[in-house]
């Protein structure tokens, strides 16, 4: 082929579409056209990728017409629907739904970590992570390659953009709810201040911590916690790995935590584990407690890396680590991966 791949943007008018239009416009020029898709209550509107205006149309099986490689940034049902439609035009699908994220003919992809996956796509389609696996999965790709991962021990502190526009906003308006009411004497207090208005989440979000994201899976775990092992063991091609996760949702508006326990093969040091971190590509290592320096979210909200501190060996085991990671689930953990994975498809294209 001669000339740059043409680029298909379908959900360019959503909260992670949004995004990539950004990442586009910042990134380096390999594209040649880029066609810009959502639902048909969108077609007709003008959105800015790399200082232009572009035409929103409808998604349709036209709307694939001469494109190369096109991201998915839509519910599950409509990527269920339409990717295979694209795919069988002949283009090469990144998804970030979770409609193919564990079929095991789709790739799962994190370019700093498994970019060799990207090829083998039986189905023409390559799945995007949950962005919770995605904010620790390059720092503990990096350890894996040189310490040999071998259990992990995870909890997570979830931004309430990870629940779309809707758990933005849900957040928003229960802070405005409570401005002003005295709290933290009696149980239930931020409940009735809070009313009915919980959005997605199953408890008031705003000044609380709730442990839960996602629906009810089997003896009680939730389906991101399902979600995060599962997706850990396909990335880092582990399918036994042992994983036990808690998964949390806190008021914060964009950027998720986790605390990270990781057991290797063999002994450790905490020195080696800094070396490989702050030369891993993709990772930042920010961690000198003594001057009070550690990432949290309010620090790496807009950025691209994961950001990792407070590495320490674990107490009673030499063989493990202990650390706290954060990265913003927008960016890395949704559409940055997704425009990394779609840049790796298009060398194909050169
Ligand atoms: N938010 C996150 O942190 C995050 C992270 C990783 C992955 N994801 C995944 O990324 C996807 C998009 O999430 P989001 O938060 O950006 O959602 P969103 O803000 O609700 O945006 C949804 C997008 O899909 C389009 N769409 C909806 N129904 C459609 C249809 N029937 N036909 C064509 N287009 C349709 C919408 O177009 P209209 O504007 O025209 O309705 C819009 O562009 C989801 O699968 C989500 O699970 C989200």
Known sequence: MTGKPTLAVVGATGAVGAVMLQILSQHADIWGEIRLVASPR????????RGEEVEVVALSEEAFDGVDVAMFDVPDDVSAQWAPIAAAKGVVVV?????FR????VPLVVPEVNPHAVRIRPRGIVANPHCTTLSMIVALGALHAEFGLRQ???SSYQAVSGAGRAGVDTLREQLSLVAGTELG??????RRAVGERTGPFPEPVALNVVPWAGELREDGWSSEEMTLRDESRKILGLPRLPVAVTCVRVPVVTAHALTVHARFEDEVTVDRAREILATAPGVVLYDNPAAGEFPTPA???????????????????????????????????????????????????S
């Open 42 to 49: 969108s077609a007709g509107r003008k959105l800015a990728v």
């Open 95 to 99: 998804d970030n739904s979770c409609a």
């Open 102 to 105: 564990m079929d095991p003919d």
């Open 152 to 154: 992990l021990v995870v």
């Open 185 to 190: 004497t009696s149980p239930g207090d931020l």
């Open 299 to 349: 620090d790496v909200v807009g950025t691209d890396p994961t950001w990792v501190g407070r590495v320490r060996r674990a107490l009673d085991d030499p063989t493990a680590l202990e650390m706290f990671v954060c990265g913003d689930n927008l960016r890395k953990g949704a559409a940055l991966n997704t425009a990394q994975i779609a840049e790796l498809v298009a060398t194909e294209f």
